[in-house]
């Protein structure tokens, strides 16, 4: 063993030498190279079809010269314009190219079934990937092998290759065959041949591209044509005796056509073996292990007959042998590469797929099977595909030369190698080619990914904004309006009505009047039910942000369920498991895992009395759960309205502490959103704008008294009308942070107001953010460098405040922002706020996870540890 490694490895150290040079060829050089290469041996074929013969002893001549120009023609014309040089692909938005290398040296087995069509295969491959290939060929084809990687062995160097690109062991045996793919150089072993070899490549310590057993079956179906699926099946077993690893060894034939298809068999040249010969035949053709005997393979019908001491009708040449299908795994059921044929009938379709599956389970799974069937559009087709442990499953096709590719299908790559994937024990579950040969470089460029700016098709605003109402809002026939017990008292409804009623056609109505403040899922389940009652085209939802919501979610409730069963709506546990689903948390809005349905019978317009939760323009809408009393922050484009009708005629009369706790939130939004990781130069204006109108306007618009109106303080309610709005659009494109992850938790645990629980949390957000240094940034591409603490400077900078460094700006923005909620009236902790120390331990632990888990929090721009977020509640308190 000693001396086969020493000598293999000689071999493999000039195959080194070569393909580093080869290795900087070219395309254009590799291709003439691979052209004058399949030129020489398509120009062999025919004298090394006759020496494959003339050494082996078995197969049929002008069937190998088809192999071999197959070999050459076909698989020259499948690989000619394939890159495999440089770059091979790139992808300028996706940021990445791609870039082929060579793998390296290659171990080439070739079997004595092919053994100069495999070799010019496998030599063609390597030399149009840039490897280097050193083959071990079969004792019993040596000559005839070696002859055929010689002739494009010098063809190449001819045409510019380097010496010793391509090489062979001189002297065949197992002890060289072993030493070769065992030689830790060997960068992958191309396997084709018995068990044995390609198990002894798969344990080899180096790579293995091989194949399994082939053992395929085809089904003949009783709506097949039934001449072409004889003459395809006696084509296959008839093509170099049967020695193409894809060759049918079984047939199933389904009942109704079985005497018919056995007459033309036989009609055509088959014979159907006497049950007595059987034995005779198996014990001859088949090894105690029931592969078939080495002598055997490729022999002709009538020598085997003779030599099995049994008599074969001199015009018959494909035996047939009627098996039961209950004894498969007995020697006749396994692979035969020879024109033997066992033959199955199957009672119905079921049952011939069940009889296939058995045959691949025994033997050959992975390899190949097919089908003879009348339309190649019967849905069965796909059925017996999906059923069927096979890589390849071949229609109305002769399998042996059909599972190659290329002639009776362009659906399989011109292939002499065949993967059999995991069924068979290979890396491979298609036909080799050269893209398996290549080690393919990524070069991943970082990059922004491509923004978005998102909002509804149109937004009215201005005062008497409504009036829009009477014509803009177009197709209004059947409106469902969505409110709270304030917007009906006050006479805001009546608003929308009048307006309705100036349209050209006449609008019918429904009302859900009764939104409470947090609204639950139970609640939006009761609106959809109304709604399906009603089925509006249009929904028009009035009020601040819980009605806002509340007709948001259930519109999407009463839209999913037009599509699901009768009796959806009534089940409040399938609409709770909708939403569980629907509030999972994502990075990526694009890739989310679960999609929101798309709604196309109603529209939805939004009227916001209250300035504070931008819902009128974002795809957010927040739902408590009705056990738990959890908000869920859901967000979705589908959730954005259409129509937005921001008229600040609606929040001239609304409460001072609505008024300032909205307006705290609207700060929130446009805080989060400015430093966001998804921020951008088309949505931080937005944002900056947001944030100097409620500086400028919210203590007014908290001072100001309906019933002693002042120009200054209406002025300071539009602003603040606008700026929610602003605020709005920011974060419905930038989203937000962990100001509202906290918020949303705290607020639903503690029982706060949102806008409350908002600015409890907002300095230590701002001061958790606004730092420098060692800091963990979220993982998104937009952010090169952390940037928390310019942002809120820049803000800072914006509003004029002082500051000598970023982080002393940081520090008067806190300021700032406690002075103004001190002139609202807001303490902004916990305590000060109905939180008993009880109830806050009690539910820390459980609030941290929850507020990680927030959808909000994967947009924060510093990532929190659960650790940290557990510091900035106790802060809190």
Known sequence: MAAARAYTDTLVQKALKAEAVYAHFSQAEVDK???????????????????????????????????????????????????????????????????????????????TTNPTSTAMFKSLMALKTRNAIVFAFHPQAQKCSSHAAKILYDAAVAAGAPKDIIQWVETPSLENTTALIQNPNIASILATGGPGMVNAALKSGNPSMGVGAGNGAVYVDHTAFLDRAVEDLLLSKRFDNGMICATENSVVVEAPIYDAWLAKMETNGA???????????????????????????????????????????????????????????????????????????????????????????????????????GSQADPFVAEYAEKTNASRILVNQPDSIGGIGDIYTDGLRASLTLGTGSWGKNSLSHNLTTSDLLNVKTVAKRRNRPQWVRLPEKIYYEKNAISYLQDEV?????????????????????????????????????????????????????????????????????????????AKIARYIYEYSLEQEAGFLDSYEKVSELFYKLQQKFIDIRKRVVKFHHQTATKLVAIPTTSGTGSEVTPYAVITDDNTHVKYPLTDYELTPQV????????????????????????????????????????????????????????????????????????????????????????ANAFLGINHSIAHKTGGE??????????????????????????????????EVYRGEKDYADIARNLGLAGKTDAELVAALCDKIAELAAKLDVDPSLSANGVTKEHFDASLDKLVDLIYNDQCTSANPRQPSLAEIRQLMIDQF
């Open 33 to 111: 190279i691979v052209a004058a290469a399949a030129l020489a041996g398509s120009e062999a074929a025919l004298m090394l079809a006759h020496e494959a013969v003339d050494e082996t002893k078995r197969g049929i001549v002008e069937d190998k010269d088809t192999k071999n120009r197959f070999a050459t023609e076909n698989v020259y014309n499948s690989i000619k314009h394939d890159k495999t040089v440089g770059i091979i692909d790139q992808d300028k938005i996706a940021g990445n190219v791609k870039i082929a290398a060579p793998l390296g040296v290659l171990a080439g087995i070739v079997p």
């Open 271 to 373: 014979y159907v073996v006497p049950p007595k010969d059987y034995e005779k035949i198996a014990n001859f053709v088949f090894n105690e292990g029931h592969g078939v005997n080495g002598k055997v393979a490729g022999m002709s019908a009538h020598w085997i007959a003779d030599n099995a001491g049994v008599e074969l009708p001199e015009d018959k040449d494909v035996m047939l042998f009627e098996l039961d299908p209950k004894n498969i795994g007995e020697k006749l059921s396994s692979e035969k590469l020879t024109p033997l044929l066992s033959v199955y009938q199957a009672q119905d379709r079921q049952d011939g797929i069940a009889i296939v599956a058995k045959l691949l389970a025994y033997q050959g799974a992975g390899h190949n099977a097919a089908i003879q069937i």
């Open 474 to 550: 177009e197709n209004i026939e059947r409106a469902f309006i969505v409110a709270d017990p304030g917007m009906v008292q006050f006479g805001f409804v009546d608003t929308v009505y009048s307006q309705l009623e100036l349209r050209e056609n006449t609008v019918k109505t429904s009302i859900y009047g009764t939104v409470r403040p947090d609204p639950t899922l139970g609640q939006t389940i009761e609106i959809a039910q109304q709604m399906q009652q009603f089925k509006p085209d249009t929904i028009i939802a009035v009020g601040g942000g819980s009605a806002l919501d509340a």
């Open 644 to 731: 937005a009708i921001v008229d600040p005629e609606f929040v001239l009369t609304v409460p001072r502490r609505t008024v300032a706790l909205s307006g705290l939130d609207t700060l929130s939004h446009a805080l989060e959103s400015y430093v966001s990781v998804m921020a951008s130069d088309f949505t931080r204006p937005w944002s900056m704008q947001a944030i100097k109108l409620v500086f400028e306007n919210l203590e007014e618009s908290y001072k100001f008294d309906p019933k002693n109106p002042t120009l200054a303080g209406e002025t300071a309610r539009m602003n603040m009308h606008y700026a929610a709005t602003l605020g709005g659009m920011a974060f």
């Open 750 to 783: 503690f029982g706060l107001p949102h806008g409350l629980a908002i600015t409890i949390a907002m300095q230590h957000v701002v001061r958790f953010n606004g730092v420098s240094g060692k800091v963990k940034r979220t993982p998104y591409p937009r952010y």
